[in-house]
């Protein structure tokens, strides 16, 4: 979660927020993220199975392939592609039990 939290995704120590009270909110939502993230990794992996590499470790973690696959959703939304409003519904849908 840590590497999450820096240089290998939300980039936390960019922000340079030193008020305790907004670092405090900042870090809960960053963590209600960093869950979401790792949730569309899991269905992902369910959907689309990666090969592990040579030394058994998968090519990307799950929180790396979520935050792309939310990336991508976003952009495509944000350029106004139709198939991207299904698929944004898709990983909405992790909140459901």
Request: aromatic fraction near 12%.
């Amino acid at each position: 979660m840590h590497q999450a939290m820096k240089s290998r995704g939300f980039h936390l120590e960019e922000t340079n927020v030193t008020d305790l009270e907004r670092i405090s909110t900042l870090f809960g939502v960053l963590s209600l993220a960093f869950m979401w993230c790792c949730l569309i990794g899991e269905f992902e992996e369910q959907r689309e199975p990666t090969k592990p590499l040579k030394h058994g470790y998968a090519p990307k973690s799950l929180f790396r392939r979520g935050l792309d696959t939310l990336r991508k959703a976003i952009e495509n939304l944000a350029w106004g592609k139709k198939p991207a409003r299904t698929r944004f519904r898709y990983l909405l849908a992790t909140f459901v039990p």
